[in-house]
């Protein structure tokens, strides 16, 4: 496709229910980064793959987060047991893997997620 | 990678150049300023970045200090859709896996 595309948009989850969230890099990029952002903060780090491995995960805000990419294209970030500070917009970004030494990274509209 | 300083909040006149200032006075010599914006519900979307020099494209001029401690990021002709929160990083590149640290960026408000 002609982004990174996000799914789903939007999720609302009862605490601890277990969420995937969805991200299809543009095809063909190595770097895939997972981000997310609290509201009225920036977007922070969460997790890093090059192809299909993971890394760098220094992120992640405990190990009921977890992420995985097993074809170097479409990844998943899934959050077990949900709690209220989970709720946040996940943000995806790809790019060639010397993408920020020419024109940054392309991120997606994120998936927002609310814990009830 | 340094740290940035951006005021919270600023506002434009439609068709006015827009000057968004960014201090970093802790810079390394081998460390890049970025500037990236995000539109309301949506992802951030890359501007321009530089090292000393400064950076022209169509989106934005970049002008970074002769000690590179500073530098501002010029919309020339302010439009309503450039409203939005504007991030100024600076980071060291390392091939592809550099984590962007965002901060809370500067809101931009262009006004009719």
């Known amino acids: 496709g002609a982004g990174v595309s996000q799914s789903p948009r939007y999720k609302v989850a009862k605490r601890g229910q277990d969420v995937a969230l969805r991200c299809d890099p543009i095809s063909g990029h190595v770097s895939l980064f997972w981000y997310q952002q609290a509201l009225g903060q920036g977007p922070e780090f969460l997790t890093y793959?090059?192809?299909?491995?993971?890394?760098?995960k220094s992120g992640l805000p405990s190990d009921r987060f977890f992420a995985e990419r097993p074809e170097g294209s479409v990844s998943t970030l899934k959050i077990q047991r949900t709690q209220q500070e989970d709720s946040a917009v996940y943000l995806c970004?790809?790019?060639?893997?010397?993408?920020?030494?020419?024109?940054?990274?392309?991120f997606g509209s994120g998936t927002r997620l609310t814990v009830v | 990678d340094a740290k940035t300083t951006q005021p919270t909040s600023m506002d434009c006149a439609e068709g006015r150049a827009a000057n968004l200032p960014c201090n970093h006075s802790t810079i390394s010599g081998n460390e890049y300023v970025y500037w990236y914006r995000q539109i309301h519900s949506q992802g951030p979307q890359y501007i321009i970045h530089?090292?000393?020099n400064n950076e022209t494209n169509e989106m934005a001029s970049l002008i970074i200090t002769e000690d590179r401690k500073s530098s501002t990021l010029i919309l020339p002709h302010a439009t309503l859709r450039d409203t939005a929160v504007y991030y100024c990083?600076?980071?060291?590149?390392?091939?592809?896996?550099?984590?962007?640290?965002f901060g809370k960026g500067m809101k931009l408000t262009v006004n009719p």
């Open positions: 530089g090292l000393k």
């Open positions: 793959f090059q192809n299909e491995a993971q890394l760098d």
């Open positions: 970004a790809s790019s060639p893997l010397q993408g920020l030494l020419n024109y940054g990274y392309t």
């Open positions: 990083i600076v980071i060291r590149k390392q091939g592809g896996s550099e984590k962007l640290v």
